[in-house]
């Protein structure tokens, strides 16, 4: 009896053992050694000393950088505003400026700094640096938006396993309702506390809560989806999908160009970059700056779990099964492992 015990124990704490592996993988392995790759700076002018720098930058940072020349400053705050440069270089004789765009990411900014701080030192010249896209006053390090959308994660994946323990009985349409209900409150709330409350998100409230009741529904959908196939995994694979890869990938800490490889690759479609990014686009780029692109990847993820919810109720209802006391204590499992 007590050896069936232990190993019914056991098998309970494969899931927790799970989530710190698959945690601890995760996020050292996107975090731990932020470095520049492919990271797109322009240098700005038309002399022959404008294009002598420029290659010299090249050949000494090789695959850390990607150097560009641009005719003039207006064309550099121009794909600045775009995102596509982490900062452009005005060779000013004795009062060099260097221009970066802080809000749509912060380490990127950082880093671009620390390197034309470097070029100004070896030309013995201070630098002056310009921020042309400065954070909200509430979110001084453009880091607030990351936050939050870990908010609207953990109230998404945890209203998911709270319907899977509490409403096992109920019909998938009725269990989508409640979950697509869940996702307005859980955005609802983030929102409040973004806005109002902490002033991370200081206009576009509207835009911005819609952004994240888009986001946070395609969460639950998903997971309600999932839940028909997964049961007692489904909250390890939610975290797979909404935490370790997600946050990881997300470009709210760090974005690509000092990632690079794998989760570099994921922030080009996944659902917490595009919210992220869609967010910041919204707030500091007029909307501007791949804003559509973002908004498209939530409304794929969205329809994404629409077509899981869909399929879990057509074999829900070709075999039904009923709820045991074994499903029913791996459903409280689950609502414990958020």
Known sequence: MVRHQLRHVAGHLLTPLLMCLGMALAYLGAFHQPAPHHLKVAVIGATPQTQVLAQT????????LE???????????????????????????????????????????????????QVAGRQGVPLTVTDIAPPSKGDPTAQGIFFLLVALSVGSYGSVAAIGAAGAELRMAVRAAVGVGAALAVSVIGIVVAGPVFHVIDHDFGAIWAMAWLYCAGIVLVGIGLHTYL????????????????????????????????????????????FVEGARSLLYFDGGAGFTTRLLSLFLWLAVGIALV???????????EPVTEQAAEEEIEEAVGV
């Open 231 to 274: 049961r007692r995994w489904t909250t390890l694979v939610l975290m797979l999908l909404f935490v370790m890869l997600n946050f990881t990938s997300s470009g709210g800490i760090y974005r690509p160009e000092l990632q690079g490889g794998f989760f570099g690759a994921l922030h080009a479609f996944w659902n917490g970059a595009g």
């Open 310 to 320: 869909v399929l879990g109720g057509m074999r829900e209802r070709r075999s039904v």
């Open 57 to 64: 930058m090249k050949d000494r940072a090789g695959d850390a």
């Open 67 to 117: 150097v560009i020349t641009l005719p003039s400053r207006d064309a550099a705050l121009t794909q600045l505003r775009d995102r596509d440069l982490a900062g452009a270089y005005l060779p000013d004789g004795p009062r060099p400026e260097l221009l970066v765009a802080k809000a749509g990411s912060d380490t990127t900014a950082m880093a671009a700094e620390a390197i034309f701080h």
